[in-house]
């Protein structure tokens, strides 16, 4: 399946090109007090010089300044205002009616503490006490006092820095908004009350220049709501109020991202802001919608970008088709937009508060919606475009991206400070814990803010009278684990399993139910003395664990979930997940985990298949209580082997790391194919990341290879304890 670009490259209009007289611009009265500054081009003409301040603070008077081409600055450094790191402001919150706010002031820093209480009759909605942060944003919701009236809607406030003209709120009443001088009006400037008590648009809010959104908010907004229209495949006939993204009947998902990179410094912003897409794209990609994407980087500095980008990506002037496991996208580069902000930017640096917004963003945004988003002709193309722009950097042209943005419900225009809080953003998308149904989805990476968690959160811990294993969150009530965890005196009240962070996280288990052809002395008479074919488990718990970012199922084999995670077709079969995509090749390349005291580590291994299978088999015959002569006694067909130092130096399993899901990662989301079961080695009594030495090999067993027993578990549908999963039919 691959993923659908449409690419059409409009050139038509040109960009003007003079040659001036050069010089180069220096840095005489250049300093900020109280910060710093970066320049993207050194002194050359087009360099931009950008002002670093503190959190909490902001550049004054200018954010940025550009070097012109007879090496002045624009704007001039001013000998009477000179340029200094100023405290973070908010928007006045004294607009608050029937109310008070205190402490009276005339201005608000960051910090600052506001309280707000409704005279006598009114009733309070929002919050009651704000603070001024350091974004420049107040913390909580705006505070409304109101009568407790017949209105048909609620009375929809006055946020902090803006004016509302409107004060009835009957069905078909409007309310019109602005902000104070100085203050860019975000979300809608006017709102309609509706029949069913609601208001249209969103509720605007007025930014400074100064004023940014947090990658936590933009990933509440934006992140968790895709997840939940893009799992969302039903096909949606008419506009409802609050969607976030609209999916095409046939399913098309029509995306628009643009990024402002006029700030980028040095290639690795560049890189960082591609990345950023990238992970995006390839996220929403491991989704069930194939949606088309237009990208557009833009800078004030155009013909650079233009080369750069030219020479970067191979530019057809036809659709292309992107297989999913290439890149997942290209970029594509609107000259007539980049021509546009160059010269709207050019005239408006300094001044660009006080502009119209060009007549030009109307052309442009016309030739956007000419995109073939859709034939269909009672659907106008607007209702199935969304516009987002995800601006970065300290100089914002509100005025000329804001009105770029296209699509109805929640916001589609966002601020941000660096680039790589648009990276934090999107990696927080798949956070939501909306998305359920969704196993094997995961962080890729952890830092020390973000515990390992994140990254494995199938990820569990059990144990019983005698033993600790690990073991795998395979659906919100089952954990999948080995059978040799439990001890013939074992009773469901005496195991415990561990899942998740903090307090509760310890869950209690109703039943377990080991593998009715596991029999560990079934082979003593054949010389193997523990023999552990079929070392499999289920542990069912009291009731299902709460899903979070911290806390998912993986996929397992042979599962509708499965299928989907890999983007197999509709009638996918088990052995296309088993011999197409997870165990192809004669190497495989795994992981598991192992936890030594409170620190998980993932273990590198090569599953030996094919034609490497006996060669690692053979060295089972070197483990203690093996007097048989032929491997396949104790090693059956059901094992996956790994070890060894040839090809790939591997790791070994340590004790406590049965049970542990041996698993393959596949784009965002993680497989488990196997579980730790037996090895020939003592390497390892105490866990950890311990490599294999020549002859140390460790048998797993090949979930493949235990689908009637998972399925008859955890496929049942003639109960009603738990939501069954899905397995394929062949
Ligand atoms: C440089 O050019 C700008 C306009 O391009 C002009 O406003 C400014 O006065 C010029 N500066 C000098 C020192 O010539
Ligand atoms: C508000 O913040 C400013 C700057 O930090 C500070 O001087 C002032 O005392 C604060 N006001 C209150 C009421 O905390
Ligand atoms: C940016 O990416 C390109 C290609 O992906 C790479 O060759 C280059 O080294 C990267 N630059 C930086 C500074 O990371
Ligand atoms: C959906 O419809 C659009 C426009 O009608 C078309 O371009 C696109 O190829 C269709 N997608 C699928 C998956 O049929
Ligand atoms: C699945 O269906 C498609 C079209 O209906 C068909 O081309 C393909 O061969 C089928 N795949 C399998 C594995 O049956």
Redesign the pocket.
Known sequence: MGL?VRWSLLSAILCPFFMEVRGDCTEANMEIEGGDYKLTKQLQSGSMLIYNCPEGYYPYPALTRLCQRNGSWKPLPRRYLPQKCRLVECPDPNVLEYGNVSPPQEKYFVDNETTYECYAGYTHRGSSRRVCLPNGKWSGTTPICSRDSKDDCADPGIPPGAIRTGNIFGVGDTVKYSCNRKLFLMGSSERMCLENGQWTGIEPACYYKHTYDSPLEVSQIFGSTIIDRLTDSEPVDDIQVGRQIKI?????LNIYIAVDISESIRDEDLNNSKDAVSKLITKISSFTV?PNYEIVFFSIDIFEVIKTQLNRFSVTGEDITVRDTDLNFVFKIFFFNVCLTYSVLSLTVGAYNMGEPAPTVKKIKNMVYMS?????ETHPREEYLDIYIFAAGREIFDEDLYPLTAGTGRRHYFRFKDISNILEVFDDIIDGDDVKGLCGLHWEYSDHIYSTRRMYPWMAFNQGRLRKCMGSLVTPQFVLTAAHCFTFEDLPEHVSVEIGDGRGKVKRVKAFTIHPNFNVHAKVNQGVKEFYDYDVALIQLTEDVSISFNVRPICIPCTQETSDALKLPGNSTCKQQDEEILLKNSLEKLNFLTRTSTVVNKKDVHAKLGDNRDACISHALQAAGITTADPKVAVTDNFLCTGGRTYFRDHIACNGDGGSAVFKDYEYRTIQVALVSWGTGKLCRAGGLVESDDSSRDFHINLFRVVPFLKTILGNNLQDDYAPLNFLKS
């Open positions: 659908s095409t009947k046939n399913g098309t194939t073939p988003t859709s034939d269909d």
